[in-house]
């Protein structure tokens, strides 16, 4: 998983990068998916993917202030790998206002 790192603040469509190293002739597939329980459950954002790419994903399908992991999990059918990302991602509605300091001459 290139994209994200984990950390972040999301708002709105944002893009998840993932890259493979694949061989064996075998046609791989990519899914990519997303936790709000800590990866005890996932639900699934896209499939059938190129193994190696990068995705635009509209985060309005998560609640407001979710803490999301993102995962891409490739497999051809008899290999398979996984990455996660270590942080999770925190998906707001809204970008957060921004506080300027008040200036009194």
């Known amino acids: ?3 994200p790192h984990g ?3 999301w708002t709105g469509e944002q893009r ?7 061989g064996g ?4 597939k990519a899914m990519l998916q997303y936790s709000l329980d800590c990866g005890r459950t996932w639900q699934t954002i896209a499939h059938d993917l190129a193994p190696c790419g990068s995705y635009r994903w509209t985060t309005t399908t998560v609640p ?5 992991l993102l995962r891409a999990y490739v497999s051809d059918g ?3 790998g996984v ?3 270590p942080l999770p991602v ?3 509605r809204k970008a957060p206002p921004v506080e300027l300091p008040s200036y009194r001459p």
Not at 16 to 22: C, G, K, L, Y
Not at 64 to 68: K, L, T
Request: charged share 25%.
């Open 83 to 85: 990455a996660m990302t």
């Open 25 to 28: 002739g075998r046609t791989a």
């Open 16 to 22: 998840i990068a993932w890259h493979t190293a694949h």
């Open 64 to 68: 407001d202030g979710s803490d999301v």
């Open 1 to 3: 998983l290139l994209e």
């Open 78 to 80: 008899q290999q398979s």
């Open 90 to 92: 925190r998906v707001r």
């Open 7 to 9: 950390g972040e603040h």
